[in-house]
Antibody, heavy 120, light 108 residues
Framework: QVLLQESGPGLVKSSETLSLTCDVS????????WSWIRQSPAKGLEWIGY???????NYNPSLHSRATISVDPPRDQLSLKLTSLTNADTAVYYC??????????????WGQGLPVTVTS | SDVLTQPPTVSVAPGQTATITCEGN??????VHWYQQKPGQAPVVVVF???ARPSGTRDRFSGSHSGNTATLTINRVEAGDEADYYC???????????FGTGTRVTVL
């Protein structure tokens, strides 16, 4: 059974950079599409970006190039960096994986989510 | 535009049918997936590829897709179906994922 666990700071300051990690257990990074998704009461579920295990990636244009996702296959880790934080970035952050090796597949494995608050 | 619109709320009596729509110009030929999210939990797939059900989903849940509208139907609604439901797809034109605005299903 593949499990995902997000980790990182729960409190960050405005204008700083958020760095989150997603540890993958019970499986490997290879051959799947991995996404970061966030959820706030104001915006609902918002896709941040995805990365394939070969490093190819794409991002939500609404984030104006502030997001960077990377994978570390030897460590079975996925990472997110989000720069120039504002209060609008306060949300629960999830990592998730497609159930099969196609980008259009459903996101059928999710982490438990990590609440992040941006303070002024 | 990149918006998938769902009704904010659907209220239904136990044993009745709940219908949740997802509308958007991006739907077209995309594969639409549906997620159920209960308070404090991550979303869980209940229908994928428009109408397929994961092994853990009850057959009371069904999905369909016609033109620019996808629909999730919950038959014989139970109290345990009370949750938020989201549609989602991958847009092949932009290579982006989109989530619907979400629908809260309330069981009366």
């Amino acid at each position: 059974q593949v499990l995902l666990q997000e980790s990182g700071p729960g409190l960050v300051k405005s204008s700083e950079t958020l760095s989150l990690t997603c540890d993958v257990s019970g499986g490997s990074i290879g051959g799947y599409y991995w996404s970061w998704i966030r959820q706030s009461p104001a915006k609902g579920l918002e896709w941040i970006g995805y990365i394939f295990s070969d490093g190819s990636s794409n991002y939500n244009p609404s984030l104006h190039s502030r997001a960077t996702i990377s994978v570390d296959p030897p460590r079975d880790q996925l990472s997110l960096k989000l720069t120039s934080l504002t209060n609008a970035d306060t949300a629960v952050y999830y990592c998730a994986r497609t159930g099969r090796a196609v980008v259009s597949g459903p996101l059928n494995i999710w982490g438990q989510g990590l609440p992040v608050t941006v303070t002024s | 535009s990149d918006v998938l619109t769902q009704p904010p709320t659907v209220s239904v009596a136990p044993g009745q049918t709940a219908t949740i729509t997802c509308e958007g110009n991006n739907i077209g030929t995309a594969n639409v997936h549906w997620y159920q999210q209960k308070p404090g939990q991550a979303p869980v797939v209940v229908v994928f590829d428009d109408s397929a059900r994961p092994s853990g989903t009850r057959d009371r849940f069904s999905g369909s897709h016609s033109g620019n509208t996808a629909t999730l139907t919950i038959n014989r609604v139970e109290a345990g179906d009370e949750a938020d439901y989201y549609c989602q797809l991958w847009d092949g034109n932009t290579d982006h994922y989109l989530f619907g605005t979400g629908t809260r299903v309330t069981v009366l």
